[in-house]
Structure formats: C-alpha cells, structure tokens
C-alpha cells in the first residue's frame, strides 16, 4: 500500500506524462454530491483528510488542501506528513486556490482536471479566469483512476421504495408539477443529476452514500416521457414494476450519456449550473440551455408539503423520546461507568434504534468532549476517543433518518459545576438562536439577509463562529438540502428565498480552541405568519424537542422575550413527549423544563 508521499509522487509523474503544470481535484462525485460514495473519495484517499469539503491542487512543486474553518484542525492533523500543506480559506465555499493558481503558474501553463467530477458552474468560472491569464484548462483528464488500484467499487446496495404512506404525493403528481415549472420556462427537457432530487422525484431511496439515503441513478425529463437510469441490478423487480406502471423507463446507469446526445439541437435543456457536472455541459454544447440554479426539483422538495410536514413533526417527537432517554441515562451513569465519546455516540444510536421506521444516523454523529467541542465537525475514533469526566462541556451533534423525516439537532451539556465564562459564552450563543427562531420577515427575504440575528449578540461582545447559521434539511434524504440556507456568504439566486415549508437550521456556535465549543440547534419550518397593509410576512416555528442545560444559562444576559420564548419552548417539549415517557422518565423531563422566569 502506497503512503500518501508516494502517492503524491506517482501523481506528479502522470502529470508529466500528460504534460501539466497543475491538477484541481474537487471533493465531489459525478452528481455533484457534498457527501461521497467511497468510490470517488479521491481527496480522502490521496491526503488522509476525510473532511466533506474541501479541493486539492497539485502543481510540479507545491501540494496544497483547501479548506474552510470547519475543518481547520482536524486538517493540519490529518496532513501531517502527507506532503500535503493545509490552506486555510479565508471565505468559505469559495474558490480561492484559483486566484492562488493565478497568481503562482506561469503564462502558457496548462491546469488540468476530471471534468465529470467539476460543476458546469465552476467549470466556465476557471475558462474565463484561465484564459484572461493565459493559462489553459484541460478537462477529462482523470489522471487518479490508474493510479488507485484497491478502488471501492461501485455501491452495490439495491434501491427501495419510500412508501406511499410517506412519500405524500405519487410519481405522478411531481412530474407533473416539474413538467409544468419546464413549461414556464420554455424548456423541452431537463436533466437531474443530483441524487436527492432524483430520490423525492421518483419517491425512491438507497444506501449508496453513508448517511444519506440516496440511490446512484441518473433522469432525463421530457414533456412527455420520464427515463431514470440505474444500474439494473440495483433495482427490485417490486420497485421496478411499480415504475412502468406509472410510464417511467428504466434504463442502465451508463446509457444516460448515449440518451442525451440524441437531444435534437433544436431542443432547449434546463440545466442546473451546480448540480451538473462539466462532462455532461460539454456534450450539450449544441442545443439551446436554459442555466438557471436550483434544478427544478431542488426547489420543489426544498418546500415541504402539508403531508411531509406532518410526518417530518411526528419524527422530531420520536428523536425527542431518544434523546431524552439519552440524556437521562448520561446524567444518571457519568462518574459511574467509563463513558467516552464513542460509547455515548452509540448509546444515542440503540436509543433511536428503539423508535419506529428508524433507517439510521443522517451524518456522523459529532460527540465532543471538551477541546474536542471546539473542532467544530470532530468525530470521534478509537485513537481519539476521549473520556467525559467531571467537569466538562460535552457538545452532541446528532441526527436520525426515519421514513417519517431526517433530523439534525446539538445540545451542549455541562458535567457538573460551568465556571462564570462558561455560562456566559453558553447565553451568548442561546440569545442567538432565541433571536433567529423568533423573528418575523417579509416574503421574499433571503436566508442570508436574517444571519445577523443570531450573530449579534457574539459580535456585541467581541465573538464570532466561522460556520454558517443554518442549511436546508431534506425529507428522508440529505441532511444538508439546497437551496435553504443562513449564511452571510451564500445568496444562492433565486433558490435562496425563504419559502413557506422550507426546514433549515438554526446553529450558533462559539469554539475556544483548547478548551471547549458550544453549540444549540434546532430545525425550523417558515410557515407563514400574517398579512399587513406592508405585505405578506413570515416566521419560523421550531420542530425540534428536547430540552435545553438551564445549568449552563445566565439567566441575566436573556431579555424578557427570550426568557418567555425560552419557557414556552420548553412546554412545548413536554407537552409534545411526556405522554410517551414512563413516569420516572416525566419527572425528570419536567425539572429540566422548568420555568427561567422563576429564576429572576
């Protein structure tokens, strides 16, 4: 097996052989998808860093990871030795290596890449930039496939069905609403080729990607046909019946690519610039396009109907159940038994295990304790795994997928006594989600503009978190959805409106390193809120329940609204899970729900 020096060494010879001078290496699969397939962590495989984002970029002398401050420690202790330097982007979600590439080769300089795995959009982003510098891009260049030969293969896992009971609305009824979106666009075609759109269109899931229950699969929708393609032996006979009987094709995974080219040139094509990958743009070159981000679908599940809003409630009160199960068992068994952050991880696990039409965990669970709560998407391992002890902060980052819904929640909880600035960091960071949670805002606002509500009080005294406030969470499907989002440095077009149904987080955190990180999140819906002579307004309500460490809360640093918020939210918990609690576990739940503004 080839250390990650070596391997760097046989990509720099394929480099020579192909006479580069450069190669750009995005985390990202040929769907464009945040979260990956072992087959196409390329990033993983050749650096050792196993962050969700990230870009390498080799050139004859330099070896270099971008990232973002999500992942800042744990990079540099991942690449160390790898011959591999951590780049610490300075704006996240941007790509700042291009103006370091720029900046550092030499004109006439040729930079290539796989451009199955580089969205159309950043694809014509390097053209343009490149070509101002004389410097020459040279896509479909694979140059990592040769060179890893114990490659994962192919998932193999079949596909199943989300059913009926779930899904909401048939296959049907959602091609008809994206043929009627096409329609208003102009377009004869459109092409989906991210997974969770693909999955909520054909009411189909899978476990092809660790976490997120989606199926490897390909679309092509007409006007008036519908074609998905899928390895056929990843498809039951079952589901696949069910299919045709609704007038879809089942096709190999590997025919969309001969399927597309026979798009007349007379047709006109919606495709979405981030969804799509550079490839397949090349080979449309020749038809008319209609370049318009989200895809249509994107925008269509983003907003959660009155079925999936129903079920996605009934979830958060079986999540509820397990994290209060958990956390009674936590408080009652520290100082008892050896805890460490991964048996706490797993006992969260049996827990949710225990809950009808759990499938699993929607992402690594994040289970941090002390300096560890301050890498903000730690993950625990054998050789990290630390053990909870009294004192400390424990920072818990969980998430389940039902059929019912997906679920992403934090709570930071204090092992035993919080010192002054403990507590006073804690409310901080509580004052911003309170405020995020109850603000009210025109129709039309963009998730970016409402980011400063749960910011201010960190910047008022002088603090600050480097992530985004709040992503886009999917039904039964990715726990990071697009296009929702609060965060100050995404303003993702037209898509980025709130809109009713839409769920998102609501994260703030604040991370000392080398000592502890505190994070409170809950998921929230916009509905919609009333009408005034000024428009139409909206709001968020909050789905999430399980209660909040009062322990860690300085009640003097909350105003009078964000206290009674706060009480308000906390009947809410109770009300919603003591009925399934036994009575020892209601007695419990009722004092970590007890009133704050008793506490005056």
């Not at 394929?14 to 087959?39: C, G, K, R, T, V």
């Not at 008036?224 to 696949?240: G, H, N, Q, V, Y």
């Not at 005034?532 to 399980?546: A, D, N, V, Y």
Request: charged fraction near 25%.
């Amino acid at each position: 097996m080839m250390t990650h020096k070596e391997k760097l060494s046989a990509l720099r010879a394929a480099m020579q052989q192909q006479n580069l001078d450069a190669y750009i290496i995005p985390s990202s699969d040929p769907h464009m998808s945040e979260y990956l397939p072992d087959h196409w962590r390329i990033i993983a495989w050749l650096t050792g860093f196993t962050g969700s984002a990230g870009t390498v970029v080799v050139t004859r002398d330099f070896a270099g990871v971008w990232t973002d401050s999500r992942y800042f420690i744990q990079a540099e202790e991942q690449l160390r030795g790898s011959g591999f330097s951590l780049v610490k982007l300075i704006i996240p979600h941007t790509p700042e290596w291009i103006a370091w590439l720029k900046e550092n080769l030499p004109p006439g300089s040729r930079a290539g890449y796989d451009s199955n795995l580089m969205s159309m959009l950043l694809h014509r982003r390097l053209f343009n930039e490149f070509g101002n510098h004389n410097i020459h891009t040279v896509p479909d260049i694979d140059l990592i496939s040769p060179l890893w030969q114990d490659r994962p293969p192919f998932p193999p896992a079949p596909a199943f069905e989300h059913p009926s009971d779930f899904a909401g609305k048939s296959v049907t009824e959602k091609l008809s609403v994206i043929r009627r979106k096409m329609k208003e666009f102009q377009a004869d075609y459109t092409l989906l080729t991210a997974l969770d759109d693909i999955a909520w269109t054909f009411n189909i899931r899978g476990k092809d990607i660790l976490y997120n229950p989606v199926v490897l699969a390909w679309a092509l929708v007409s006007l008036d046909e519908a074609s998905l393609f899928i390895r056929l032996t990843k498809i039951p006979r079952k589901l696949k019946d069910k299919l045709l009987k609704q007038n879809i094709f089942i096709k190999d995974y590997d025919d969309f690519f001969r399927e597309i080219a026979k798009i007349p040139e007379s047709k006109t094509v919606y495709l979405s610039p981030s969804a799509t990958n550079a490839h397949i743009y090349h080979m449309l070159s020749d038809v008319n396009h209609i370049i318009r981000d989200p895809s249509i679908p994107a925008l269509l599940k983003s907003a959660k109907d009155k079925s999936e809003s129903a079920h996605i409630r009934q979830a958060m009160i079986k999540d509820g159940i397990a994290l209060t199960k958990f956390f009674y068992w936590l408080e009652h068994n520290i100082g008892k038994i050896r805890i460490t952050e991964l048996s706490a991880a797993e006992k969260l696990e049996s827990f949710r295990a225990e809950q009808e039409h759990f499938t699993g965990p929607s992402f690594a669970t994040i289970s941090s304790f002390g300096s560890h709560g301050a890498i903000v998407h730690y993950t625990p391992s054998p050789e990290s795994d630390m053990e909870l002890t009294v004192p400390g902060i424990y920072l818990l980052d969980s998430g389940g997928q039902y059929f019912d819904g997906t679920t992403d929640i934090t709570r930071t909880v204090m092992m035993g006594e919080p010192t002054r600035q403990q507590k006073k960091d804690f409310t901080l960071v509580l004052k911003g989600m309170i405020d995020l949670a109850m603000c009210r805002f025109p129709e039309g606002t963009k998730g970016y503009h409402l980011d400063i509500l749960a910011r201010n009080p960190l910047w008022s005294a002088g603090l600050n978190y480097g992530h985004g406030t709040g992503h886009g969470v999917g039904y039964f499907l990715n726990v990071h959805e697009s296009p929702p989002s609060v965060n100050p440095r995404c303003d993702n077009g037209p898509g980025a409106v709130l809109e009713p149904g839409m769920v998102l987080s609501d994260e703030p955190g604040l991370y000392r390193e080398g000592e502890y990180g505190i994070r409170t999140e809950n998921l929230l819906q916009v509905i919609r809120d009333r009408e005034t002579p000024f428009g139409s307004f909206l709001r968020f309500e909050t789905l999430t329940l399980c209660y909040i460490d009062q322990k860690l809360i300085e009640p003097s640093l909350l105003s009078e609204e964000e206290k009674e918020w706060l009480d308000h939210y906390h009947e809410e918990v109770y009300r919603k899970l003591s009925p399934r609690l036994d009575e020892e576990l209601r007695k419990w739940l009722k004092k970590k729900t007890k009133k704050i503004m008793n506490d005056k």
